[in-house]
């Protein structure tokens, strides 16, 4: 919400600085955004000055006049400024553009700055300027000439009292309807400081004559419990004054005519909406407030046509719509610029019915933002005489009807009683009563049935949030002042052992940034899924599908079982947009029916696909290979604190080309490999996919956040390699868990740094070349231990796994 600082002082006094008043509004729950300067025209006319004509000699160019000015700006040497404007001469008032000055357009974007250079063959060094270069008007006809006394050099700005505005934008909660405005605003101020509200008198407002009146006639009362009205006759309709105008344009909105220009003031500036409408558009002089069949079409101001629901509130002529209640108005009926005579309206609907209406047309305007919060139905007639008596000042006429007030039900205050000890308990500090009840009658909240405990507070209906006594101890709260209640020495809580040891969501958050700095996006997917991919893996899902009895289509009539697919189709949906080198990881759950059972797991998903970087000059890229993944499901494992993991090869997967499972204390934590390629271009997907996925659920279990500190080694590592040639079968884990069963002591780490498969090998034989890291933590190790533990690695190597030793 936008409030313009000096359409916030007509309501009350401020002497705060910039930097105070955003403190004083966000103390009271109306946090402070942003605070801005506005200027009356773009720039601010930063840079112009008044100045005086000395000379001005003619001289042609290719048959164009031109003159060649000096001209007085206010320093110690006049500037020399060539113009091409016929009406200038010597001994004007002028307005220049000095040099460094920046021009601005109608839209306000920047044109050109003004430099010193040369023109038709002088220097020149500023710009005589006309209206329209000032951002002043629109006329070009020649430079204006100023009527004044000002010495030279005096800031245009200051000649045609241009005063800056500063927008501040207010991030408005939904429950602070009644500070939708700039009275609103000025209430919490009013609470704070003590400083009196000043609103504009009605006491001149009278009915001229009764030759135009509107017959009211509201057949919804529930929805409609107030409605105000009175015709205005021999207006004219014209643009709105300078003031005007300038209030609306600091908050962003767009001066129409003066009619509707009120309309829009009284709207933000006291928060309630009203409508005007063409008099004689009013077929029969009826205005009904009613529902419509359903199906009626109705077209608004915004020339759209629109169906109208059974339970969409209309304002009614005799005949037909002409507006939709506390949302838009109609084309037919709105104000036009040979309209003469106006009906104004100002109502009470009910919020609950504006914010269905508003949300079955998708409609969203100043007035539905209001009425569907809650405006006040006690201002409404103060509203409709201030929008008249503004409308007969700016737009000439007299009232010419009777005012309808239709009120039959008047909207009660809210009575809450409130006990001392709770303000106490609440507050965490014990206030005067005094000040307990000045704070609340600041707010307009009246007290009554005071006793020694509590009292019973009256609570005007603008005030829709505050309606038990913990609302009512938060008013006192806020315009006291959260800050003003102090830290108790000994605080403590006895909450704290309700919360989880482990925090989903931060281990969630940590998994999240490890992931992405390793390259791989986020994606969030669709729970929502197609029938026929379950078919596809059935002999690997956990259960039947969990289908859905309100299908919006077939492909979106089951709950997934994995979330293999609706990855894959992320994956397509990139591809297919030349987007082919992708790493990305999901975190969701998949959905199955177990024994007539429902049952969710949460999972966490990583894909890649494509090449490992984009190609360059200095690297060549590479395609994703399977140890690309299982890097990653390393790095996934080892954050959460895991390493006594096993591995094992995938056989006979459905989903899976080749892979491995990764156990956790014998339960299957991952599954990742190549995907198979039919699986992959069942979702339109072409190109080779290695997918992972965790069990989620297990592994939050099973996480653990202690960090593992062990003292730097004091002594060196040694590393030893060597080529073993296996039977195809043999994995790099067996050859691992071997040499840890035979070395327990001095083997630090193992690693494959080359595979090699090939004819002169044999049949069925694959080459493992491997390093050993040997390392003792109590004394530098010697030869001779180093070549008893290789010996004893090779043996262990020749005759469990049938290894040939290479040399």
């Not at 003066?258 to 205005?287: R, S």
């Not at 069963?741 to 494959?752: C, D, H």
Request: net charge negative.
């Amino acid at each position: 919400m936008k409030i313009s600082l000096n359409w916030l002082k007509q309501f009350i006094e401020i002497n705060e600085s910039t930097q105070e008043l955003d403190n004083l509004l966000t103390g009271t729950g109306l946090e402070v955004e942003g605070i801005e300067e506005h200027d009356a025209v773009p720039g601010g006319l930063r840079g112009f000055v008044i100045a005086e004509v000395l000379t001005c000699e003619r001289f042609l160019v290719k048959e164009k006049q031109l003159s060649l000015t000096t001209v007085n700006i206010g320093t110690d040497t006049p500037a020399q400024i060539v113009c091409g404007a016929a009406n200038v001469e010597a001994g004007q008032k002028v307005v220049v553009a000095t040099v460094g000055t920046t021009l601005y357009g109608k839209d306000g974007q920047a044109i050109f700055t003004i430099d010193r250079k040369k023109t038709y063959g002088h220097f020149s060094e500023g710009m005589i300027c006309a209206e329209d270069e000032l951002g002043l008007g629109n006329s070009h006809d020649g430079i204006m000439v100023l009527d004044t006394d000002l010495p030279n050099g005096t800031p245009a700005a200051e000649y045609f009292k241009l005063e800056s505005d500063k927008v501040i934008e207010i991030g408005l909660t939904p429950n602070r309807a009644d500070a939708a405005s700039h009275l609103g605003v000025a209430r919490d101020i009013k609470a704070v400081t003590g400083r009196e509200i000043i609103i504009p008198s009605v006491e001149s407002f009278k009915v001229d004559n009764q030759n135009f009146p509107i017959e009211l006639i509201v057949e919804d009362a529930e929805a409609c419990p107030r409605f105000c009205g009175l015709t205005i006759d021999g207006v004219t309709v014209k643009d709105s004054p300078e003031w005007l105008q300038k209030y609306l344009k600091t908050i962003g909105l767009r001066p129409i005519n003066n009619i509707v220009d009120i309309t829009n003031f009284i709207c933000h500036g006291l928060g309630q909406p009203m409508h005007a409408y063409d008099w004689h558009a009013i077929k029969g002089q009826k205005v009904i407030v009613k529902t419509l069949e359903a199906g009626t079409k109705f077209k608004t101001l915004d020339e759209v046509e629109r169906t109208l629901s059974a339970t969409d509130l209309m304002i009614c002529n005799a005949d037909e719509p002409m507006g939709i209640a506390g949302i838009f108005g109609g084309t037919k009926s709105g104000i036009k610029d040979e309209t003469t005579r106006v009906y104004l309206e100002v109502a009470y609907f009910d919020p609950s019915s504006v914010r269905k209406t508003a949300m079955f047309h998708s409609l969203k305007t100043d007035a539905s933002f209001r009425f569907e919060r809650g405006t006040d139905p006690n201002l409404k007639l103060y509203t409709l005489k201030y929008a008249a008596l503004l409308i007969q000042e700016l737009a000439g006429g007299v009232v010419a009807s009777e005012v309808s007030d239709f009120y039959p039900v008047p909207v009660e205050d809210f009575k809450i009683e409130v006990l001392y000890k709770n303000i106490d308990r609440l507050i965490g500090k014990k206030l005067e009563k005094s000040l307990i009840k000045s704070i609340l009658q600041s707010l307009e909240i009246e007290i009554t049935g005071e006793t020694e405990d509590g009292f019973l507070a009256i609570v005007p209906p603008f005030r829709v949030d505050v309606t038990r006594e913990a609302d009512v101890i938060e008013e006192i709260l806020r315009i006291y002042g959260f800050d003003n209640v102090e830290l108790s020495e000994n605080l403590g809580t006895d909450f704290l052992s309700a919360f989880p040891a482990k925090d989903r969501d931060k281990l969630q958050l940590k998994l999240t940034q490890i992931l992405a700095a390793n390259g791989f996006n986020e994606i969030i997917t669709n729970s929502l899924t197609k029938p026929s991919y379950s078919e596809l893996i059935k002999g690997e899902l956990a259960g039947e599908n969990v289908e859905i009895l309100n299908k919006l289509s077939e492909d979106l009539g089951v709950m997934r079982q994995t979330m293999l697919f609706s990855g894959l189709e992320v994956l397509a949906y990139n591809i297919n947009r030349r987007q082919k080198d992708l790493k990305m990881f999901d975190f969701g759950k998949t959905y199955h029916k177990i024994n007539d059972k429902y049952v969710e797991k949460r999972h966490l998903a990583l894909f890649v696909t494509g090449n490992t970087d984009a190609e360059t000059w200095q690297v060549k890229s590479e395609k994703v290979a399977f140890h690309t993944l299982a890097g990653a499901v390393a790095k996934v494992l080892y954050s959460l604190g895991l390493r006594n993991f096993e591995s094992k090869p995938l056989e006979d997967s459905v989903t899976f080309e080749y892979g491995l499972s990764y156990t956790l204390n014998k339960k299957e934590v991952v599954r990742l490999g190549l995907v198979k390629a039919n699986l992959a271009k069942k979702a339109e997907v072409k190109q080779a996919v290695f997918f992972a996925d965790f069990d989620w659920d297990y592994l939050f279990k099973q996480h653990s956040d202690k960090a593992v500190f062990s003292e730097l080694p004091k002594f060196p590592e040694v590393r030893r390699d060597l080529s073993l040639v296996l039977d195809k079968a043999v994995t790099f884990d067996q050859i691992q868990k071997l040499a840890r069963q035979y070395e327990k002591n001095l083997l630090s780490a193992i690693n494959v740094f080359d595979v090699y498969q090939g004819d002169n090998l044999g049949e069925g034989k694959k080459s493992y070349s491997v390093s050993f890291i040997l390392q003792d933590f109590e004394q530098t190790l010697t030869d001779k231990v180093i070549d008893k533990t290789m010996e004893r690695l090779m043996g262990a190597f020749e005759k469990e796994l049938g290894a040939v030793i290479r040399k």
